[in-house]
């Protein structure tokens, strides 16, 4: 896998890990991973197949066998298929969220999507968007980033975009999801959300995206990728 240049951009839910890696991914030309989606899609999977998320064994076999793939829409969003079928909207609801985290947490479900996440690693190079990527899946990446904002901050957004999409949606219950969710992604023992000790921390709570991207831009010519 030497060779190929690895940008990872880790942090909790909301914090513009999405945006600044698509827009990082397009403006290099590199390849992109939203390791969020194949968790995301393991939990689908389990709701389609009739798994329950606590039924672990079970859940790991589903993630062994995932039939997922990925294509680029021609607007350049990411579609999700499983076994064929565009999943891309139904993981990108609350449930589906709380699906993935729950999914997460399994250790053999991690094992098993880690080599998937791998064979993204291709010439010219990656970004990989995720909670882990720094820490385990790409421990040696040219250039970590890890991208935070409160949970206040990173709810009203997740509201925003919701509100935009036609979703009913009640921002207290918005709060309450997030602080929720980095809590498990936290405190779990496998793969916690935490920053790597050689990270360039970006606290975008008041700073909006474009100004957040001109900020990772430095750190990548730093790096001498541009
Ligand atoms: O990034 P996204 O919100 O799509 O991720 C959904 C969930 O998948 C996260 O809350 C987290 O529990 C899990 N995840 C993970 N490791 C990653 C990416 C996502 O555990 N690398």
């Not at 940008?7 to 991914?25: E, F, Q």
């Not at 403006?27 to 798994?51: K, M, N, P």
Request: aromatic share 6%; with cysteine; hydrophobic share 40%.
């Amino acid at each position: 896998m030497s060779g190929v240049p690895v940008i990872t951009v880790d942090g909790p839910s909301g914090a513009g890990k999405g945006a600044i890696s698509y827009m990082l991914a397009k403006h290099l030309g590199w390849h992109l991973l939203d390791s969020g989606a194949l968790y995301r899609v393991t939990g689908q999977a389990c709701l389609i197949e009739g798994v329950s998320w606590d039924d672990h064994p079970a859940v790991s076999e589903v993630a062994r066998h995932l039939d997922v793939v990925f294509s680029a829409a021609s607007n350049g969003e990411i579609l999700v298929a499983y076994k064929g079928v565009d999943v891309s909207g139904d993981i990108r609801t609350e449930e589906g969220g709380r699906g993935a985290s729950t999914v997460a947490a399994i250790p053999a479900v991690r094992a098993a999507l880690l080599q998937r996440q791998h064979e993204f690693k291709r010439l010219p190079g990656l970004v990989a968007d995720g909670r882990d990527m720094g820490t385990v899946v790409f421990c040696d990446a040219n250039l970590k980033l890890f991208l935070t904002a409160s949970a206040t901050e990173r709810a009203q957004r997740r509201y925003e975009q919701l509100i935009a999409k036609g979703q009913n949606v009640n921002l207290p219950r918005l709060l309450e999801d997030i602080k929720e969710r980095d809590a498990r992604d936290s405190s779990r023992e496998i793969s916690p959300l935490v920053p790597a000790e050689d990270a360039i921390v970006i606290d975008s709570s008041a700073t909006p995206i474009n100004d957040v991207f001109a900020q990772v831009m430095l750190e990548v010519k730093k790096k001498g990728f541009i």
